[in-house]
Nanobody
Framework: QVQLVESGGGLVQAGGSLRLSCATSGRTFSNYATGWFRQAPGKEREFVAAITRSGGSTDYGDSVKGRFTISRDNAKNTVYLHMNNLKPEDTAVYYC?????????????????WGQGTQVTVSS
């Protein structure tokens, strides 16, 4: 089992920045690829970013490319999502997820474990 706990969400004005953290516990964190997804009210859960187990490869959703950066610190068992130039359409609950296969995927169905989510609200 892998437990995931997100933090760092909050209310920010458009153009601002936030850093989300995903702290993990349980099985060896470095064995898992990790992704961030988000879900706005009434919408499907959307891929945001993913990073391989080593951190050597990343992928981003088209709507966040160039504004968000995913990174990980395996020594701290933590994954980060740095979000810059936030827009009102970024408002959603952000979820961290772990994939035991170890490589990036945009499909939420590939991820074995999920956190509870953290709310991000961007005001205009």
């Amino acid at each position: 089992q892998v437990q995931l706990v997100e933090s760092g969400g909050g209310l920010v004005q458009a153009g601002g920045s936030l850093r989300l953290s995903c702290a993990t516990s349980g099985r060896t964190f470095s064995n898992y690829a990790t992704g961030w997804f988000r879900q706005a009210p009434g919408k499907e859960r959307e891929f945001v970013a993913a990073i391989t187990r080593s951190g050597g490869s990343t992928d981003y959703g088209d709507s966040v490319k160039g504004r968000f950066t995913i990174s990980r610190d395996n020594a701290k068992n933590t994954v980060y999502l740095h979000m810059n130039n936030l827009k009102p359409e970024d408002t959603a609950v952000y979820y961290c997820a772990a994939d035991s296969r170890g490589y990036v995927s945009r499909s939420k169905y590939q991820y074995n474990y999920w956190g509870q989510g953290t709310q991000v609200t961007v005001s205009s």
